[in-house]
């Protein structure tokens, strides 16, 4: 098992900036996939961005340019930056890590943060 713990949520207004870290525990292994994922009210949960642990990494592009992802694999953490923030970011951020053990793909989830950008 895998634990993750979110934080950095908040209330900003827009075009403001916000960072979100999560961090990995437990049955961690070397080679995953650490990622950031959103529920609107209303809306299916979408990839925001998500980074290997080779450093790879893949934006949705209603992020691109504004978010970056990082990550600091000592620390089993993940980051989130989000700069220019718009209103319709609002939506509880998940932190997920994805994993291979021998060909079985294993799925883990933060709680969640909230993220709130107001006008």
């Known amino acids: 098992q895998v634990q993750l713990v979110e934080s950095g949520g908040g209330l900003v207004q827009a075009g403001g900036s916000l960072r979100l870290s999560c961090v990995a525990s437990g049955s961690t292994r070397t080679i995953n996939t650490m990622g950031w994922y959103r529920q609107a009210p209303g809306k299916q949960r979408e990839l925001v961005a998500a980074?290997?642990?080779?450093?790879?990494?893949n934006y949705a592009d209603s992020v691109k340019g504004r978010f970056t992802i990082s990550r600091d694999n000592a620390k089993n953490t993940v980051y989130l930056q989000m700069n220019s923030l718009k209103v319709e970011d609002t939506a509880v951020y998940y932190c997920s890590y994805s994993t291979f053990v021998l060909l079985a793909k294993y799925d883990y989830w933060g709680q969640g943060t909230q993220v709130t950008v107001s006008s």
């Open positions: 980074i290997t642990s080779g450093g790879s990494t």
